[in-house]
């Protein structure tokens, strides 16, 4: 579980975060929703550490991740994974030597259960005979997934997904949606996954926290989100007109 | 302000690329790795940068020394000090500046606008060591073997030139190459690389490191880097000089 205490950040004196506090929970898909700029990425950032917050904490089941100095962190970061917007491959390798980054600066594992791992993390996002291709050569859902792969191969207790299906067409983001989902519940991890798409929202949705102008305005769950009366939410979810013809009334 | 800003920066990557690798194998490899990058992949450059500024040092020296009181083969021991104490250390590491300044702000710049770093971290690599490190190391050993091919070159290309133009007869070049040889010239030009060397790598690696945006960013961020990584080598060289051979 990961908890959130009031966190605040600001770039330039322009508040990017304000006073926001929530939870998500082990073992279930958390989302975090709103518009661009809203401060979704940011918070993800603070989250990780990628991104110091000027105030509040973030704890990593008790542990005050915001205390902690840069070895701790480092420990830390060993149980996470996080999929990127991009993918964020490394280009020089391999989508095997991706894989195996991760196993051969962190683990002791022989090369023979390292091949292992990696063969059964491929499996699990589904790709199959691309071991020796490179990154440039993968389509944008591979990539995705071969992302997706690296980051589970070390099994993380924390899984965070950045926008993890921008850019891809509709089956392939329900592809990598589901498989976010499957993994946080078959692993029993904390996952996060930053979006504004509606289609994840409804689809893998079991914790959902609306963000809007850097402030978290709403929590619920996917059923919850389509009855809710918080009017800067039903701005979000209405902006289309299929969802308008789904739910009239609103 | 900014300058001291920069400076502030540098010295503190510096710090954090200098922490213990997270798995000293893995370090080892990549610093084969970059040895073959930047090193061999300049060795064609070199090569022909040296044999022909060789050539032409001897042929400008044969022509600015024609005095009856200098002996002939003075020519030969000029263009020879000329390559191995300013040369072959400082303007092949200028070069080297252009060539592998460029590649590694640029191939770091493009990771960090690609996220790739941040990949890195949220893995808990020391990114910078990792990225930054090897390249140094592998700067500081192979540059000073390119720096010693250069010499050699050098020399030939002045000897190929005294061959085939006949401004110093051949007997009076080796004789001038040989006279009054001294190795400290070979330890002070070592010397010298393996500081420009560092300094061409750990700049770049810091304007790369610190790229923002896109690759408008990265491409200004290969620039500075061989910008200053230029204006820096020929700094320590004025100041190496001074410190060694006064």
């Known amino acids: 579980m990961i908890r959130v205490n009031h966190l605040w950040k600001e770039f330039n004196r322009q508040p990017v975060l304000k006073d926001i506090s929530l939870a998500f929970e082990k073992g279930k898909t958390n989302l975090v929703i709103g518009q661009s700029g809203s401060g979704k990425t940011v918070l993800m950032k603070c989250l990780v550490g990628l991104v110091e917050a000027d105030r509040g904490n973030i704890y990593y089941d008790d542990r005050d991740f915001s205390a902690m100095g840069f070895k701790e962190r480092r420990a830390i970061r060993k149980e996470l994974g996080m999929l990127f917007q991009g993918a964020a491959l490394f280009d020089s390798l391999t989508v095997e030597e991706n894989i195996l980054f991760p196993l051969n600066m962190f683990t002791t594992m022989t090369k023979g259960e390292k091949q292992k791992r990696v063969s059964f993390c491929l499996d699990r996002v589904d790709l199959h005979n691309v071991h020796h291709l490179l990154p440039a050569e993968l389509s944008g859902g591979m990539k995705k997934r071969v992302a997706i792969a690296r980051a589970i191969a070390i099994k993380p207790k924390y899984l965070f997904c950045d926008e993890p299906n921008s850019g891809l067409d509709p089956p392939t983001a329900i592809l990598i949606d589901k498989l976010i989902s499957e993994i946080t519940a078959e692993f029993n991890i904390t996952t996060v996954v930053n979006t504004h798409d509606l289609n994840s929202v409804m689809e893998i949705g079991d914790c959902v926290a609306f963000i809007y102008k850097g402030e978290l305005w709403w929590t619920g769950t996917r059923h919850e989100i389509l009855h809710s009366s918080n009017k800067e939410l039903n701005h979000f979810v209405y902006a289309t007109e299929l969802m308008r013809t789904l739910n009239p009334g609103k | ?246």
Request: aromatic share 12%.
């Open chain 2, 1 to 246: 302000m900014k300058l001291f800003y920069h400076i502030g920066r540098y010295f503190i990557l510096v710090w954090i690329i200098l922490q213990k690798p997270e798995r000293a194998s893995i370090y080892r490899r990549q610093i084969v790795l970059e040895m073959d990058n930047l090193g061999l992949q300049s060795l064609g450059i070199v090569a022909i940068i040296s044999v022909f500024m060789g050539a032409v040092v001897t042929i400008q020296t044969a022509f600015n020394t024609d005095h009856p009181l200098l002996p002939i083969y003075a020519i030969g021991f000029a263009t020879r000090q000329a390559i191995i104490l300013e040369f072959s250390p400082t303007v092949i590491s200028l070069i080297l500046a252009g060539k592998v300044g460029s590649r590694i702000a640029s191939e770091i710049g493009t990771m960090r606008v690609t996220e790739q770093i941040d990949a890195l971290e949220i893995m808990g690599v020391n990114a910078a060591g990792y990225l930054i490190l090897p390249k140094i190391i592998a700067s500081m050993i192979i540059n000073p073997a390119l720096v010693v091919i250069s010499m050699f070159l050098g020399i030939f290309g002045g000897w190929v030139a005294s061959a085939i133009t006949g401004v110093v007869p051949l007997s009076n070049y080796v004789y001038g190459i040989l006279f009054e040889f001294s190795q400290y010239d070979i330890y002070y030009a070592l010397i010298k690389t393996v500081v420009f060397a560092f300094i061409i790598a750990s700049v770049s690696g810091y304007f790369g490191f610190y790229a923002k945006g896109g690759a408008l960013q990265v491409g200004h961020a290969s620039t500075k880097a061989v910008v200053f990584s230029s204006i820096y080598v020929i700094l320590f060289n004025l100041v190496l000089t001074q410190i060694l051979l006064v």
